[in-house]
């Protein structure tokens, strides 16, 4: 009995062994689901070595590798996913997009393993031998000509920069070999079958790599720039950022949801009252300004008005956003003269 395991297992190693390499592009589903070899040109091959545990640091060395990339696209043609992460989804923020690294020589038969253990997925557990990297990435999608009535949409994706923190320090890989290739979809309409149909769906007709060239309508993506809000420093992000904490805070518990729908009505409660009697007491003080101005000398104001020329200017500033905010001010002329007299 052990012997027969003995052997079987030998037999695997040596076909496993044997095996062709992996192609640079590998079927799993005809029309919707494509495995890419793309080979990474003078880029860094990281590895762990485990044989002293899980926890050893990770390694660079000098070897051909490939990344690879999951293309899939769903039946309904909502999006089309590279390593999982949705690309045209109608999101307008780019999503992140990761890849793990193997061997050039990573043989067909190890692909397929892979692609049966569900390892592909671009994480820092599977272990395909290589590195795991976030990717910066320049892609486009056009209308291409057709001699058929239908539709067809090229797809083009470049890998542009690696990142990867499993190296200290971490690890930043521009890729600029000139041999470096890119990947290119062929998606085609689907005819439609029933009038039912909701709109143009598509299939995959091809999947290659293709020499680097310029895209049209490119989009690019800055791994380090960017998060799962976007792009950071601007407003989207920012609202973006906002919006989902406060949804995950919400829905956290009861208890916050319960406070924050309280918070808003006291909030709503204190405004109003401030609306309601804080207007008649500013009036009041208001009026005993501008009463206790004019028995100052008018030759004076005027004056420091000019000196003051910069200030007011932000003071103008200052009461037209209050003056946006619904407080009613009357005149630009009593404006001035309200901030000198503090
Ligand atoms: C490839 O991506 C699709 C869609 O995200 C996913 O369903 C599938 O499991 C992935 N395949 C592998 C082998 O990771």
Redesign the pocket.
């Known amino acids: 009995m052990r012997a027969v395991s003995l052997l079987t297992g030998t037999l695997c190693l040596l076909r496993a062994t044997s095996a062709e390499v992996a192609p640079e592009v590998t079927v799993v589903e005809e029309g919707y689901?494509y495995i890419a070899k793309l080979p990474c040109a003078g880029c860094p091959f990281l590895f762990q070595d485990t044989s002293e545990g899980l926890n050893e640091p990770w390694s660079e060395r000098v070897d051909d590798n490939a990344l690879l990339l999951?293309i899939?696209l769903p039946y309904d043609s909502a999006f089309l996913?590279i390593n999982?992460a949705p690309l045209y989804s109608g999101n307008r923020i780019l999503p992140l997009v990761y890849a793990n690294q193997v061997v050039q020589d990573f043989s067909a038969d190890q692909l397929s393993t892979a692609?049966d253990a569900?390892q592909?997925?671009a994480s820092h557990e599977s272990n395909l031998g290589g590195g795991f990297f976030g990717l910066s990435y320049r892609h486009s999608l056009r209308h291409v000509e057709t001699s058929q009535t239908l539709e067809a949409l090229l797809f083009q994706f470049d890998i542009v920069e690696l990142h990867s923190d499993l190296t200290n320090p971490a690890l930043r890989f521009n890729l600029d070999d000139p041999a470096q290739k890119m990947l290119e979809v062929l998606l085609i309409q689907r005819p439609v079958l029933s009038a039912g149909d909701p709109s143009p769906s598509f299939e995959i007709l091809s999947a290659k790599l293709v020499p680097r060239m310029s895209l049209s309508y490119e989009r690019t993506m800055h791994f380090l720039t960017w998060d799962t809000h976007g792009e950071k420093g601007t407003t989207s992000h920012a609202v973006s950022y906002g919006t989902s904490s406060l949804i995950g805070f919400l829905s956290s518990s009861f208890w916050a949801l319960l406070g924050f729908v309280m918070a808003v009505i006291v909030v709503s409660i204190v405004v109003l009252l401030m609306c309601i009697f804080g207007w008649e007491f500013w009036k009041d003080d208001y009026e005993k300004a501008q009463h206790g101005k004019r028995r100052k000398s008018s030759v004076k104001s005027v004056r420091a008005d000019v000196e003051t020329g910069a200030s007011i200017g932000k003071m103008k500033g200052r009461f037209k956003s209050a003056e946006e905010l619904g407080l009613g001010l009357a005149s630009r002329g009593q404006i001035v003269g309200m901030g000198k007299s503090d």
């Open positions: 689901n999951n899939s996913a999982n692609l569900g592909l997925e």
